[in-house]
């Protein structure tokens, strides 16, 4: 009985040893490599950022301005959603938000949607998504053209009825096989619009220190505009 | 010495983790569709294995039967961490890519196999060769993999080869077959099923052929020694 006791005692305390061991060796690399990671996410979503507003449309840290809002309706998700703001001398020039499309074949797809100050699109990517190779995913730059059809649309120049893909009767070329994808990408583009539009004075001023403000949630701004619409 | 080269050719193609042992086959249908893809996979689990089995035999003496598989697990697993954060942040456009199965090698029952079946049971030099031999046998099958299935779905080799060896590397990308429309089936998973099982076939049609003049062999000395 006493051996048995010593016997546990000894495997446990082996067990816990090796615990430690690992703790250390994972705290170890953690802490020379959390700074490395850090700069790579944030250049990696910078570069994104870059591609959608140039350089010589702002004189701002990208990174540095944003506010961070949690508007399920428009975004399509319950987490927060990062607007960042492109300034010159103070000016807004452009917002770049990054919604999620929900409704995508497989998943959700991950946008940033950048939109001048006007109301007018700069550009649209895919950031992130599970489509369906050689059919959904050419939504990607790399894979096809069909996400610069958004590039200068507005809710101006394009009525929201017309926000959609062909098939539904809309100004958007689906694709060949995969009308899901497109929809998805569309739709949620048109809601960060009618968003931008909804709190565009909010979203242009200056203070820096906005990123707490409570803004229109889109409901109801969406259904005033499908009344006007109608 | 010999017996290094023994376990070396142990790992790449007798008891092949991927071809006979159908070990680890979810990182390896996964990740297969293009040869860097494959390749990146194929050498994070290799220095896992040479990790693993080189840690697992050096304590093999210390470390009682009845908890030796929790403390396999945990220096697996412990590993595994560190890789990933090492390329997380090193190699992170790599990593975007083989993102979720980093974590996966832990699963990957053909480490925990070899820390059991070999490590524990023989000494550091042995183990750390049988780690390296294992790790490169299927490094192998995830590349010829990955080959096979980015050649016929989409008519390139070496695709996205910066991502691995620097932008030096961007021109390395062939294109085997130009104006190729791309082949679908091959780049989704059961491409991946379908050209396991022929790559399979492929061995064990060598093996035999292999196998055939040494039979011949045995059989003449046999029919000799009757007459």
Known sequence: MADNKSFMIKAGSVLGLFSLIGIGLVSLTHSFTHEQIAENERLFVLKNLRELVP?????????????TITDSDAFGTNT????????????????????????????????????????????????????????????????SDWVYAFNGRSLANLNAKHWRVKRDGGEFDQFTGATITPRAVVKAVLKTLQYYQANKAELSENALSSTSKKLMPLGSKAELTKQTNE | MNSYTQIIKNGLWKNNQAFVALLGLCPLLAVSNTVINGLGLGIATTITLILSNSIVSLIRNQVGSEIRLPVFVLIIASIVTAIELIMNAFFYELYLILGIFIPLIVTNCSIIGRAEAFASKNPMGASFFDGLGMGLGFTAALVILGAVR????????????????????????????????????????????????????????????????????????LSAKKS
């Not at chain 1, 938000?97 to 409704?103: C, L, Q, S, V």
């Not at chain 2, 052929?209 to 062999?217: D, S």
């Open chain 1, 80 to 143: 927060s959603v990062t607007i960042y703001r492109a300034t010159k001398n103070q000016q807004l020039v452009a917002i770049i938000a990054n919604p999620i499309a929900p409704d995508g074949y497989s998943g959700s797809i991950k946008l940033l949607v950048a939109i001048k100050a006007n109301g007018e699109l700069l550009g649209v990517r895919a950031v992130s998504h599970h489509e369906t190779p050689g059919l959904g995913d050419a939504i990607d730059t790399n894979k």
């Open chain 1, 55 to 67: 350089n010589n449309l702002h004189d701002n840290d990208l990174l540095a301005d944003t506010i």
């Open chain 2, 150 to 221: 980015e050649v016929l779905g989409s008519g390139t080799l070496f695709a996205n080869a910066h991502l691995m060896f620097g932008e030096a590397a961007r021109n390395m990308t062939i294109h085997v077959m130009t104006d190729y429309e791309g082949f679908l089936l091959a780049i989704l998973p059961p491409g991946a099923f379908i050209g396991l099982g022929l790559l399979i076939a492929l061995k064990n049609v060598i093996d035999k052929k292999l196998a055939e003049p040494a039979k011949q062999e045995v059989s003449l000395t």
